[in-house]
């Protein structure tokens, strides 16, 4: 099987910085085991301006994060990164970006799966999971728990049974 492993929004801010956690932390071996293990990758990267607050999200949530050209921007300390893998920049919890790549890969041929991982499960790894089945619905998409983090356990077991749900696979 030629999967796409699509590691989501493991950047510093989100790790160790201005949103990071614990879980977030201690996710990262796992996270790099699994990009050690897999085929092919991508990175998405959360990507705000320096205007991030006066926008919705920013409304939403007044902390801010992954500013373009910030330390808190770039995929995070420790990370395992693969030398020309794509590094996808996001400026939503969705990417449509995303979805246009994984849909010529699919079309191609060069793919036949792609899993998720990374942060948060209860909002971009859902987002961008949900989003690939709408764009590609034959396309089998799962997310591997173990190494994805949400805002709190519970919100991640809560995203995690939302996608069983929808046909996105839980590893």
């Not at 099987?1 to 071996?29: C, H, R, Y």
């Not at 990507?47 to 999200?57: I, K, M």
Request: hydrophobic letters at 45%; aromatic letters at 4%; glycine letters at 8%.
């Amino acid at each position: 099987m030629k999967t796409l492993l699509i590691v989501v929004d493991m950047q510093n801010d989100f790790v160790t910085g201005a949103l990071g956690s614990k879980d977030a932390e201690a996710i990262l071996p796992a996270v790099n085991r699994r990009i050690e293990e897999a085929d092919r990758v991508v990175y998405t990267l959360d990507t705000h301006g320096a205007d991030y607050l006066s926008t919705q999200e920013g409304q939403k949530l007044p902390v801010a994060h992954c500013i373009k050209g910030t330390w808190g921007h770039a995929l995070a300390d420790g990370l395992q990164i693969r030398e020309n893998a794509p590094q996808i920049e996001k400026p939503a919890f969705g990417s449509a970006a995303l979805g246009e790549y994984v849909r010529e890969l699919f079309d191609r041929r060069e793919i036949d799966a792609v899993e998720l991982i990374g942060l948060c499960t209860d909002i971009c790894v859902i987002s961008n999971a949900m989003l690939l089945k709408a764009v590609c619905p034959e396309l089998p998409v799962s997310v591997r728990a173990d190494c994805c983090a949400g805002v709190s356990p519970l919100s991640h077991q809560n995203a995690l049974e939302a996608m069983k749900v929808c046909q996105i696979g839980i590893l």
